[in-house]
């Protein structure tokens, strides 16, 4: 914008939600060859986020610039291992029941005014909530390798 009593804004909203689900459940694991077998249960999710808002208002009196950025996301991520198993001296492997997030977060967002008179302002907002669940539950389990039960989160 531009003139006597100028004004410019700009206002950008994100909301997202999701849910990440893998699951193994009432599974039941007998010996019936000499192979060992591997369980693997994942749950993955990956967010990017790049963007960016801005504002510019010139004006010979009186300019007014203004950007409001608000991002919020809900995510639930969830890897389970339920009601399982081991018979007649089966084992596995190596069991891994993993979940897993990974948040991108690239973003600018800016203001100018100009004139006799100039204001400029900006706010910007990242809310962001996950909860990442990795479980075993109501299980028998015998491996002769390793167990994990991991979850992570990253954001960058």
Known sequence: A??????????????TSGHVTAEAENVEVDKKSDKLKKLIVEAFQKDSIKGGTGSG?????????????????????????NNLKNIENSSFESVNVNAASETEYTH??????????GI???VATLVLNKDIYSKILNSDITSVGDILNSSSSSIS
Not at 2 to 15: K, W
Not at 57 to 80: E, P, Q, R
């Open 2 to 15: 531009s003139g006597t009593n100028a004004g410019s804004g700009a206002i950008l909203t994100i909301t």
């Open 57 to 81: 208002s010139v004006g010979a009196n009186n300019s007014l610039a203004g950007a409001v950025d608000t991002i919020v996301m809900n995510k639930t991520i969830t890897a389970s291992v």
């Open 120 to 122: 400029g302002g900006t």
């Open 108 to 117: 600018g967002t800016g203001t100018a005014a100009g004139g006799s008179d």
